[in-house]
């Protein structure tokens, strides 16, 4: 998984462990994401829901990008119930927060007399 989608599940970490159910989220996740020894081991990991929560997490953060583990985590989350789909909306506004507002991007002046001159401008 991308860096900055685990960190945007980290600065969450804490509520996860909390209040995800790991198994109505694996139950949500989509087909083909999780192999049938990743969802024993997260079954089998512990009998607290905290310990199988961390075990989710930790086998999403070692998907590859390509298998868009982040993405499949915050639809499995808000298919799962109203306290997961807030969860999963707070991920999501990390991310965005985290991964948007501060990028800089090259704008070409219009001008005739600017002709070649480049300003930095916020990307939106």
Do not use: C, W
Not at 54 to 75: C, G, M, N, Q, T
């Amino acid at each position: 998984m991308d860096e900055l989608k685990q960190i945007a599940i980290e600065d969450h970490y804490a509520d996860l462990m909390k209040s995800m159910d790991p198994l109505f989220v694996m139950d949500n996740l989509r087909t083909g994401l999780l192999s049938m020894m990743e969802k024993e081991s997260i079954k089998e990991s512990s009998s607290t829901r905290r310990d199988r929560s961390r075990e989710l997490i930790s086998i999403l953060f070692r998907k590859r990008e390509d298998l868009k583990p982040f993405e499949a985590l915050v639809e499995a989350l808000k298919k799962t119930d109203a306290n997961h789909e807030v969860m999963a909306k707070d991920i999501l506004k990390t991310y965005k927060h985290d991964n948007g507002a501060t990028l800089f991007t090259k704008v070409s002046r219009n001008s005739l007399s600017d002709a070649g001159d480049i300003e930095y401008g916020l990307k939106k």
